[in-house]
């Protein structure tokens, strides 16, 4: 494997937790709900999809439970925020700090565990292409699942009658439920899709990535899975374009650290946050200060009767 | 069956004081249903949990001094929520005070310092703490940019400069290689208020701080614009408030508080820079202040309630050997219960069934 493959394969497994569970937090937030339970799902997916892969000795049974527990967490969020109209920045940061607490307690137990890394999937023929082959079609599922997912919800939003109603949700509930569409239900769909979502990301971390179960090993990705909604503009595309760009952050910064760059490895690893911020304010002050979220973005919904 | 809300203004006042309480019974009894499921007496381990923690004098202490920056922070939090500014990243800006007051508190290590250097200490903090708050702040009022992903990132930041700092230019030359800064002097440490305790003069400025901001909510014009500005944006609009500006103030006043915490911790309980100088206070006076309702007076109570499930869970660690997790966990289902007990307040509840093509 020549330096080139290895960079492009490392780029490729941090990106891909970020892109799936940015592309399930896409499709929540354009039916107009903001679920900032992220980490915890995540984390959640993490802990359940490696304690379950350890029981039954299988990783997609591991990647089951996974997607479970994540929309399990994400239920939670639903009644509270469609069922009963809760704060759902408050709910979120909630599901958060519950998720990272419970996926501690389940995960105590598999402190240390190891196990070997999910079997990559070659594609007969592609991966012989040289330099990229081996890289882009010898990959674990996941990574396949996340552009099938990509296009599935570009597709969706942008293609199909009920994308063009959950948007709809999310621009204005209001209309939405005068022209008697069932915004809360839409809402609870979407929320699942995200929670998911969230779940197959962190088994993505602790099957693949790690591949252990370490307490608080989602360090911040579901957050930064957030910002990057933000950065794409909620456009499914650009969600794809700021994985790879958070991605390649990482990989950078862990090669310039083994290269021996002369910089203290703590400056190094705050990179993904300050690059998050930075271009948060780069895509911000290009829009010159312009909104481009859903306008009912994290607004409760209550129909009148 | 599906649940129907209808909302009403009229909800009476009781309900809004035993909510919370409510809120507080139902982490108990899930608290219970959790224990038994992870094969523990439940009586027994909600005893270690809540009881411990106020079961005699030294504990007591311990649980004022656990209760002092949760109280600080959730004060300052309070401001910003009700005001619609997020601010999540106060335990960052905890860190940034420990870090600038620290600074002093080095900086005059072993030189002839005097009385002079505890307040310098203190004020240094609550800069800190602003500073890291204000970019945020500054961010959201010029740019829109989220300050909700912009102040949780910092915290991270604000983590490894700290880390950075105490393994490299700060470390004590005679600590053994390890990662932490010389003890503080005598002058730089919180003053204790009894000889042979633990409670230091952190908890009765946290305490001062509490009564200052409840008159400001209550009585001054500052503190109706901070509750008007989140309640009626456009009506704060036409009364001639500066959103602009009052986004900044809060984040100020909750920074520099949260960064007053930071520099209280630091000198009073560990008397050192460390790694890590909080087991997360910035996160939970998120908890606090929504226990609290948003309300000075309301998180100086619940300041003491989440302070117990922090001792409770060091005890529960020790002597029932359940990870520092299930702290969180408990955390996590307070705040759960206390915004679906909200509903309660804001809307009429009412079980409907639903008849087939009923939407």
Redesign the interface.
Known sequence: MTMFEAILLTIITASTPLLIGAIGQLVCERSGVLN?GME?MMIMGAACGFAAAILSGNSYVGVLAAILAGMAMSL?FAV?TL?????Q???G?????????????IG?PFVGAKRDQMAKLDLPVLTDIPLIGKALFGQDPFVYASFALVIGVWWFLARTKSGLVLRACGENHASAHAL?Y?VLKIRLLAILFGGGCAGLAGAYLSLVYTPFWS?GMTA?RG?IA??IV?FASWLPWRVLAGAYLFGGITILQLHAQGAGVKI?S??M??LP??V??LV??II??RRG???AAPASLGTPF?PD? | MR?????RDDAPAWMALVSPLIAVALTLLSGAVMFAL?GLDPLKALGVYFISPISDGWALQELAVKATPLILISVGLSLCYLSNN?N?GAEGQFVMGAIFGGWVAIATHGAANGPWVFPAMMLAGMLGGAALAM?PAI?KT?????E???S???V??AE??L??LV??PWRDPKGFNFPQSVMFDKEAQVMRLMADGRINLGTPIAIIVVVIAAIMMARTLKGFEIRLVGAAPRAARFAGFDEKRLTWTVFAISGALAGLAGIIEVSGTMGQLQPSVSPGYG?TA??VA?LGRLNPIGCLIAGVVLAITFIGGENAQISLR????????????L??YV??C??VL??R?ALVRTGGAA?
Do not use: K
Not at chain 1, 83 to 87: S, V
């Open positions: 900032l915890g939670i509270l069922g009963l109209a809760a704060n920045v408050a709910s940061l909630a599901l958060s700090i519950f998720g990272l607490g419970l996926s501690g307690v105590a008697g069932p307490p911040g957050w957030l910002a933000v203290p703590q400056f690893a705050a946050y300050l998050t911020i948060l304010v911000m002050s200060g312009q909104q209550v009767r | 649940i129907v809300l209808t909302r992870l997020w999540i970019i961010l010029r740019l829109s940019v989220n909700i992903l912009t949780l990132m910092l991270y930041v490894l400069l880390d950075w393994r490299g996160f998120i908890i929504f359940l990870p520092l997790d299930v702290t969180r966990v408990f955390q996590g289902m705040l759960f915004l679906a909200d509903a804001n809307y509840i939407a």
